[in-house]
């Protein structure tokens, strides 16, 4: 097992970064009635630890035994049925799906599980009925008629079952969701709570580190604690004992992304950006997602360029990645914010050199 | 008696379905005779019938052949020819008329020409060895003169090399029959075929054999006669013992020949419609005996029906069918569309033949608008000339194809003026795709004259472009039978190629217009099943604006010269990814075990540090995939698995491998 997974608090007592939070928690679980809660948040912040923690601290370890099935689901959409696949993990009490993945037909999915949890309530060992958990992965990439789906079953069916919710930004998640749940906010963990989980994990491993070489890594996450853990881990691999000057390996992707901006510097020509174009299907191939690959460039670029421009090029690359999400093909909006700088800055050039 | 030469023909009518499908909309010039001829040929088909067998009994009635031409004429001249007209059309169509009698004459290119005529004089020189392949597959669109080419040279060769005498050729042209379909047209069609073959026949004093094969059975009429006992039996299992024989017995009519060994050629020319798949592999097994085992020259006529990359069922089947032919060994020529300028030195030779009055205008017009198609475009002569008062309604549209000036504001204009043409005469034009794409990328514009436009009001100079070339673009994109999405990813595949390049200005211009189109159509996202007028406006928008903003955004074309067209590497990606996707997952389930991860968060941050790791750090993992000692590396992963072409796996292959 991975040492994300292998030291990942279970409990909520054992939460080290966002203490509070799981406190506040603790005490939801004890007061019984648990409201709808919406956890947002960065990447890598601790969202599904805490909801696995919360989860266990609700149900008991069985929370723990989790089954991972692909599910089809038979919906009635009007004139036809639809079949519908997507991976569940379920213990006995809660459901946890990405119903995301189901594409457009997002918004089915969303109804008939709910309706299906409401149908199978569990009785516990009293006799009593409980509730049913459904965990909802990214929310935020829900359709928008799939939120409006998921507001209304949430009000028929709250007497049933409590929905934790789970993304990345608030702002798309549609306002009357937002109002219905309990909103978490989980920032990111600072560096030196990261320096604190790495040098805990690292005495749980038994391992020698060199003073600084935790902050290292902290720095290189980028505030991203599994991240952290994932380099940390790679760096034991690589290399043991550590040396204070060892070399922590970025991502592949990101040192892809940082040559295709320094293509772009270098030349700005229809043909340069065709193979600015194929550079970027090699990390649309390998599942990078399109709006990580525009924000990289976009720093990765912006390290490199002029600060009279570096407003001006923001603009654009805002402007394209919300294009982006209106759209379908991300490599066209990709590209054409590519294109967008190669003529600011071939411009600048030109006027500033001649 | 002992020295006879037959022409054979197996052929009455072919029910085309695939053409009739694919025409259906367009030759709007036929309506007239179609359905004129509908009647007609209904009530003729029971004489024919009647007529066919009697001439079988009557070896020697040559014109019995002849009588779809007769119904045809009596179509076209019984419609409403005005009195006015000085001609006599009764007494034959153009198209047999001026039916080409020698090589020299033909329309087809010199080059195409000659290769039938060496593979013909190679296989019927009686000194030669046996030939392995004995087939010939001539393939091309309808009307480039397939079979005009090939039956002419029955002959011709053969006389000129003097291998086999005239006197004991025999020929065998079968055109199978489909099953149901519109009548009139196809009757157009084998009236076309039939009469090749009775011109040659009687410039070589050759005897025809007319054999016609049952009439087609329409499913009312098989369960009106079923009281009667006749048997149904599919045109399909017609052609398959008819092959059958062939391969094993020779051609049947040979024995009454007498000592001198007959040449015999047999022709193929159409292949009997077959629907679905398992007709469709009889079909084509029985095509590839034929070739493997066939010992007297076989002539095959393909149709192409429109583009290969067309989605239609039928040209799918038609494409698959060629490249069976060929890899089992079958020699391919492939008839290009003949060229206006040929076509135009045809017609006017007619025109000057027949003494009619036609501009070289209008002839200039006809061969363009017939989209390589020399029967079409003669008859359309004929019909042109029939009418002179069509001259007038004609004179109302200006001879040459109006350009339209690259403006915006124009695009609102429906398009309607050009389309005055069709009604008259002209196909209406299928263009390929490829054609379509190629029209757009390389965005020719008229050179010099200024930009002036009377529409009153100044248009900066730089958003001001210099008149377009070609047509409006939504008339091509009409032609073309496109989707907008395809079109959108094929132009932004291709589109970077065609530009300057200093003009990264264009670039940005042109992709950002291809965003737009892209967000117009990523509206219709979900909602393919609910097809509604709104969401078609929207997509002939999007892509109404993905070739305008490519046509404006080019504003710097570059000269002219080749380019591949790709094919959009963007449907390579997404499949890839998809699948990646997939073996990724299945490649961690251990994480599953916790918590569900988004993909995104596997692709960007576990599967780096996975290959990072390598296999040493997952000594504990315990999943199938882990057990390769090759280790993480994706290249070791069966691409192959992923259905994508040969291409597109080297691809991903060997750019990830770069990594």
Same mark, same amino acid.
Request: hydrophobic letters at 40%.
């Given at each position: 097992?991975?040492?994300v ?14 203490t509070e939070?799981?406190h506040n928690l603790?005490?939801?679980?004890k ?5 709808h809660?919406?956890?947002?948040g960065?990447?890598?912040?601790g969202k599904k630890?805490?909801?696995m923690?919360l989860?266990r601290?609700m149900?008991?370890p069985?929370?723990e035994?989790v089954?991972v099935?692909n599910?089809?689901w ?11 696949e997507?991976?569940?993990?379920s ?5 946890e799906?990405s119903p995301s ?10 109804q ?8 199978n309530?569990p009785?516990?060992t009293?006799g009593?009925?409980?509730f ?13 008629e ?9 009000e ?9 919710l789970?993304c990345?930004?608030?702002s798309?998640v ?8 309990l909103?978490?906010?989980?920032n990111?963990?600072?560096e ?5 989980v790495?040098?805990l994990?690292?005495k749980?491993?038994g391992?020698?580190?060199p003073?600084g ?6 720095e290189?996450?980028n505030?991203?604690?599994?991240? #952290?853990? +994932?380099?940390? !881990?790679? /760096?034991?691999v690589?290399? &043991? ?8 390996s970025p991502m592949?992707w990101?040192?892809?992304i940082s040559e ?10 229809p ?8 550079k970027?299907?090699?990390l649309l ?5 399109p ?5 990289r460039l976009?720093r990765e670029l912006?390290?490199?360029?002029? #600060?009279e +421009?570096?407003? !001006?090029v /923001?603009?654009?690359?805002? &402007? ?33 050199f001649g | 008696?002992a020295?006879?030469n037959?022409?054979?023909i ?7 379905g ?8 367009s ?7 179609k359905?004129?001829s509908?009647s ?5 088909r ?12 009557h070896l ?13 004429n ?5 419609s409403?020819?005005?009195?006015g007209?000085?001609r006599?059309f009764?007494?034959?169509?153009w198209v ?5 009698h020698?090589?020299?004459?033909l329309?087809?290119h010199?080059k195409?020409v ?6 013909f004089e190679?296989r ?7 030939y392995?392949?004995n087939?010939l ?7 480039v003169?397939?079979?005009?080419c090939?039956?002419?040279?029955l002959?011709?060769p053969?006389s000129?090399t ?5 006197e ?5 042209i079968f ?5 149901c379909?519109l009548?009139s047209k196809s ?5 076309f075929?039939l ?12 005897i ?6 049952p009439?087609p059975?329409i499913?009312?009429?098989h ?11 599919s ?10 024989r062939?391969?094993?017995?020779g ?5 009454n020949?007498g000592?001198s ?6 022709v ?5 419609m ?5 007709a ?10 034929l070739v493997?085992?066939?010992r007297i020259?076989?002539?095959i ?8 990359d ?5 040209a ?6 060629k490249l069976?032919?060929?890899s ?11 060229t206006?300028?040929t ?9 000057q033949?027949?003494q009619?009055?036609?501009?070289a205008?209008?002839?200039d ?6 989209g390589g198609?020399?029967?079409h475009a ?12 069509l001259?007038?309604?004609?004179a109302?549209?200006p001879?040459?194809t109006?350009?339209?000036?690259s ?5 609102n ?16 034009e299928?263009l390929s795709?490829?054609?379509?794409l190629?029209?757009f990328?390389?965005?020719?514009r008229?050179?010099g004259g ?9 248009i900066c ?7 377009s ?5 939504e ?9 907008p999405?395809p079109?959108?990813d ?11 390049d200093e003009?990264?200005d264009?670039?940005w211009i042109?992709s ?5 189109a ?14 509604n007028?709104a969401e078609?406006?929207l997509?002939?928008?999007?892509a109404s ?12 074309p570059l ?14 990606v ?6 990646k ?15 569900s ?14 290959k990072l790791l ?5 000594g504990?993992y315990?999943e199938p995939?882990q057990?390769s000692?090759r280790g993480l590396e994706?290249e ?5 698995k992923?259905?994508?072409?040969e ?7 060997d750019d990830?491998e770069?990594?």
């Open positions: 097992m991975l040492w997974d292998k030291h990942r608090p279970k409990v909520l007592d054992h939460v080290m970064v966002h939070i799981a603790k005490k939801l679980v007061e019984e009635d648990c409201p809660l919406l956890f947002y960065p990447s890598g912040s630890t805490l909801i923690a989860l601290q149900f008991g069985s929370a035994k089954k099935e599910r089809t038979k919906v009635d959409a009007g004139s036809r049925s639809l079949d519908l997507l991976t569940t993990l213990s006995a009490n809660h459901i799906i993945d189901a594409g457009f037909q997002d918004r089915y999915v969303v008939e599980v709910i309706k299906e949890m409401a149908k309530r009785i516990d009293k009593k009925k409980v049913k958990v459904l965990v909802l992965n990214d929310v935020d990439k829900l359709s928008r799939a939120q409006h789906s998921l507001r209304r079953t949430m028929k069916y709250s007497a049933y079952c409590r929905l934790i789970c990345n930004s608030s798309r549609t306002e009357a969701i937002r109002s219905r749940c909103n978490v906010r989980i990111a963990p600072t030196e709570q990261i320096v604190e790495l040098e994990i690292g749980k491993e391992l020698q580190l003073p070489f935790a902050a290292r890594i902290a290189k996450s505030r991203n604690l599994r991240r #952290a853990i +994932l380099s940390f !881990e790679t /760096c034991r690589q290399q &043991y004992p550590f040396t204070s000057k060892q070399e922590i592949d990101e040192e892809y295709i901006a320094s293509d772009i510097m270098k030349e700005q020509s043909k340069r950006l065709f193979q600015v174009r194929g970027l299907y090699d191939i390998n599942c990078i997602p709006e990580i690959i525009l924000k976009l912006l390290r490199k360029l002029d #600060a +421009l570096k407003h !001006e /923001c603009h654009w690359a805002a &402007y394209y990645e919300h294009r982006m999400r209106l759209g379908q093909k991300s490599i066209f909006h990709i590209e054409a914010f590519v294109a967008k700088f190669m003529s600011i800055y071939k411009s600048f050039l030109i006027a500033t | 008696m020295k006879r037959c022409v054979v197996l052929s009455s009518e072919d029910e085309d695939t053409y009739n499908a694919h025409s259906s909309s030759s709007r010039s036929y309506t007239k005779p359905s004129k509908r007609t040929s209904i009530s003729s029971g004489r024919k019938k009647a007529r066919a067998w009697h001439s079988r009994s020697s009635k040559l014109h019995e052949i002849d009588l779809f031409g007769d119904d045809f009596e179509v076209f001249t019984g409403k020819v005005s009195a007209t000085q006599s009764a007494e034959e169509l047999d008329k001026y039916k080409p020698s090589p020299e004459e329309a087809v010199k195409k000659e290769d039938v005529k060496m593979w190679e019927l020189r009686p000194s030669k060895g046996v392995t392949n087939v597959l001539i393939s091309g669109q309808a009307g003169g397939k079979s005009v090939s039956t002419t040279f002959i011709w053969l000129c003097g291998c086999a005498t005239q004991n050729l025999e020929m065998l055109g199978a029959l489909g099953f379909g009548v009757s157009l069609l084998s009236m075929v009469a090749a073959i009775h011109v040659i026949a009687s410039h070589l004093g050759a025809v054999y007319g054999w016609n094969t009439t059975v499913w009312q009429e369960l009106y006669n079923s009281g009667t006992g006749t048997q149904y039996s045109k399909l299992d017609e052609f398959e013992s008819f092959v059958e062939v391969r094993k017995y051609l049947l009519l040979t024995s020949t000592e060994k007959p040449s015999i050629i047999l193929i020319d159409d292949l009997p077959t629907n679905g798949k398992s469709f592999g009889r079909l084509k097994n029985c095509l590839q005996l493997n085992s066939t020259p076989t002539a006529l393909l149709t192409d029906y429109g583009n290969a067309s989605v239609d069922y039928n799918r089947c038609l494409e698959e069918l069976s032919l060929e089992s060994g079958a020699c391919k020529v492939a008839f290009n569309p003949i206006a300028n076509m135009k030195k045809i017609l006017l030779r007619i025109c033949m027949e009619c009055d036609v501009t205008e209008y002839v017009l006809i061969a363009k608008t017939s198609d020399i029967r003669i008859t359309s002569l004929q019909f042109f000339c029939l009418k002179p008062n001259m007038h309604s004609l109302l549209f001879p040459a109006c350009s339209h000036g403006l915006k504001e124009e695009s204009k429906p398009v309607i003026s050009d389309d005055g043409y069709s009604l008259h005469f002209g196909r209406d299928a795709l490829f054609h379509a190629g029209k990328l390389h965005n020719k008229e050179t200024g930009t002036e436009y009377d529409h009153g009001f100044v100079e730089r958003l001001s472009r210099l008149p070339k070609m047509d409006v673009p008339k091509i994109l009409c032609q073309a039978h496109v989707q999405g079109v959108a094929f132009l932004h595949e291709n589109v970077l190629d065609f530009l300057d003009a990264i264009d670039a042109l950002s217009y291809l965003g737009d892209d967000i117009l159509l990523a509206k219709l996202r979900g909602m393919l099943c609910s097809y007028e078609g406006i997509q002939s928008a999007a604006i993905a070739v305008r903003g490519v046509l404006f955004g080019n504003s710097h000269p002219s010269r080749w380019h591949a067209v790709r094919r959009p590497k963007l449907w390579q997404e499949k890839a990814s998809l699948y996707n997939e073996v990724d997952r299945l490649r961690i389930p251990a994480r599953k075990r916790f918590s991860y988004h993909m995104s968060i596997m692709a960007t941050e576990y599967m780096p540090m996975l390598g296999n040493r750090a997952c504990d315990h995939s057990k000692s994706m070791d992963f069966d691409f192959n992923m259905d994508l072409d291409q597109s796996r080297s691809i991903s292959d990830i770069d990594w």
